[in-house]
Nanobody
């Protein structure tokens, strides 16, 4: 019921900024929690930031003060503004959403977008 399309990744030097976008196409139900995860090859996928439908946000300690998660009024577009990027931010970033439908929560992943920060 949900398709996620991510964009905005790329190669940037240390200290620069990037803005990731994730657009959700929803055929039924409503989106609840929307989040960004990241994964480095050989390591576990980790939560970067999440936003609940009411607007509450939560961040990994490593990105607090540098990254900002937001969503538009329709709740179907998610952004991650990443400032002061560091080499350790290099990873594949994934959009993730929880869909409330038919009394259940369904979880969906995007295809991922590569972010590379060069030192």
């Amino acid at each position: 019921q949900v398709q996620l399309l991510e964009s905005g990744g790329g190669l940037v030097p240390v200290g620069e900024s990037l803005r990731l976008s994730c657009t959700a196409s929803v055929s039924a139900g409503s989106l609840h929690v929307m989040a960004w995860f990241r994964q480095v090859a050989g390591k576990q996928r980790e939560l970067v930031a999440r936003i609940i439908s009411g607007g509450t946000t939560d961040y990994a300690d490593s990105v607090k003060g540098r990254f900002t998660i937001s969503r538009d009024n329709t709740g179907k577009t998610l952004w991650l503004q990443m400032n002061d990027l560091k080499p350790e931010d290099t990873a594949v970033y994934y959009c993730n959403v929880d869909l409330l439908w038919n009394g259940f929560i369904w979880n969906y992943w995007g295809q991922g977008t590569q972010v590379t920060v060069s030192s």
